[in-house]
């Protein structure tokens, strides 16, 4: 007398996988929320605080898409350049502004880059529940 089993498996990784893209997608954006926390927070204060007003985020949408932080105020790329120009009009601008308050040239890509590990956790933990 013989036993006899049959087992068959079922794939279920292109739904898995589509989890996991969401997942990604999410983890993006809750990143991006954090970055433009932590970019307004060093961003330079004009009288209205128009500049740090000016920030958002661009959400992604689908997998493959980025999510993106935008600071649109007309001077936004001038401050977080802040470096040696010539205008248009021949005006020249020294950069190297003393901004106020600890805030300063480079708001976005400092923190971008100070604390990529914990925005790229943030993406990989939404992944991870995706």
């Known amino acids: 007398m013989g036993v006899r089993v049959s087992v068959s498996l079922t794939s279920m990784i292109g739904e898995v996988s589509n989890m996991i893209l969401a997942g990604v997608v999410t983890g993006q954006n809750i ?3 954090r970055l433009l926390a932590l970019s307004a927070a060093e961003a ?3 009288d209205v605080g128009a500049l740090v007003a000016s920030g958002q985020v661009d959400p992604a949408t689908n997998a493959g898409d980025d ?3 935008v600071y649109d105020a007309p001077y936004s790329a001038r401050w977080h ?3 040696a120009l010539v205008d248009s009009l021949g005006r020249r601008y020294a950069g190297g502004s003393n901004f ?3 805030r300063k040239s ?3 890509e400092d923190p971008a ?3 990529k590990d ?3 956790q943030i993406i990989a933990t939404e992944a991870g529940r995706g």
């Open 106 to 108: 480079k708001y976005l």
């Open 81 to 83: 350049e802040d470096q």
């Open 113 to 115: 880059l100070q604390n």
């Open 67 to 69: 999510a993106t932080v």
């Open 100 to 102: 106020q308050n600890g």
């Open 44 to 46: 330079p204060m004009d």
């Open 118 to 120: 914990e925005l790229g």
């Open 31 to 33: 990143a991006a929320e």
